[in-house]
């Protein structure tokens, strides 16, 4: 199969990135509309849906995109047409309701469209099925995003498989997230703790329908885990610290920089997510311009295979 060069994944994919930031029309969702209840959450033109974003303030420091506004301003320029958005306050704040309060109305009344709010849970914290029925039930998220490290929970929590099956059972996705930045970047009183996601694999075993994604996950999936997430597993991957030149092509091909060979990961399972504000999102473009990509395997990536993900989960 043909593979694409930079000059024609430009033109051809990505139609205008960073050097020609045409406008884009986006495909407005009413105030009152039900998210779960929209068949193709994607529409128009080929342009970019991003699994990765997070709204409001990162509490270590200022972000140029951290307003609204202005996130989506830089995402329209780069042509992502849909966002799943997260929020920071997930990270430390007790009051979770509140949080996903928060989210679904700033992506109603604020996000133009294109915002797809994702709530979370905390297992750490009593309550924690009420705040899940509630993104389902009354803010119609599709999803739900958990932070590991910084909600003092892992996967061998005694809960966590039951977080699994009923989100299996409401037909919902779960975004588990790795990392969130290099823990040296952090306020010395702030100490992440570490996550295993070595049981993970055995408890989607038993949910063979549950829909999953891992963000921000190469630090804590790797190796032998890696492995037994690609064949035991449909996990899907996001792209948003896929590093090093070619890196996305490269663990297509089974043939990585690092860690273990002949261990291809199918281009279908892998989901453009650029963990903006906190990255660039010219940096997720690139690597896709860097890696030797089909023009079918970079579109699957940019917006066909996390639209049919979202759609699958309908």
């Known amino acids: 199969m043909k593979k694409v060069n930079r000059r024609t994944f430009f033109s051809t994919t990505l139609k205008a990135t960073a050097a020609a930031s045409l406008p884009v029309t986006f495909s407005s969702n009413s105030p009152t509309e039900d998210i779960k209840s929209k068949f193709n959450l994607f529409e128009g033109k080929p342009g970019a849906i991003d699994t990765n974003i997070n709204l409001f303030e990162w509490p270590f420091r200022k972000l140029k995109y951290g ?42 009344q604020n996000g133009k469209g294109m915002l ?104 804590k999936i790797t190796g032998d885990l890696l492995e037994r997430f690609i064949k035991e597993t449909n996990v899907v991957f996001d792209t948003s610290r896929i590093e090093s030149s070619g890196a996305v092509g490269r663990l297509i091909e089974g043939n990585p920089w690092n860690g273990k060979k002949g261990i291809p990961l199918a281009a279908e399972r892998i989901l453009f997510g650029s963990h903006m504000p906190y990255f660039p999102v010219e940096a997720s473009f690139l690597k896709l311009m860097e890696s030797p990509l089909t023009l079918e395997q970079a579109n699957g990536v940019l917006y066909g295979n996390a639209n049919s993900f979202m759609n699958a989960s309908l």
Request: charged share 30%; net charge neutral.
């Open 67 to 108: 307003d609204t506004g202005d996130l989506l301003a830089k995402l329209n320029k780069h042509r992502v047409e849909k966002a799943w958005a997260g929020s920071f306050e997930a990270l430390f704040h007790k009051d979770i309701n509140g949080v996903n309060d928060r989210l679904a109305k700033e992506c109603k």
């Open 116 to 219: 797809i709010p994702f709530g979370t849970v905390n297992l750490a914290w009593p309550d924690w099925e009420e705040d899940l029925r509630r993104c389902d039930e009354v803010y119609k998220m599709p999803g739900v995003r958990i932070y590991p490290t910084y909600q003092t929970f892992d996967p061998s929590h005694p809960d966590f498989e039951k977080l699994v099956a009923q989100v299996a059972k409401r037909n919902m996705i779960l975004q588990i997230v790795g990392d969130m930045d290099d823990s040296r970047n952090h306020h010395p009183i702030v100490l992440t703790r570490p996550a295993d996601m070595n049981p993970l694999v055995d408890i989607i075993k038993k949910y063979p329908k549950v829909k999953i994604q891992m963000l921000y996950w190469t630090h």
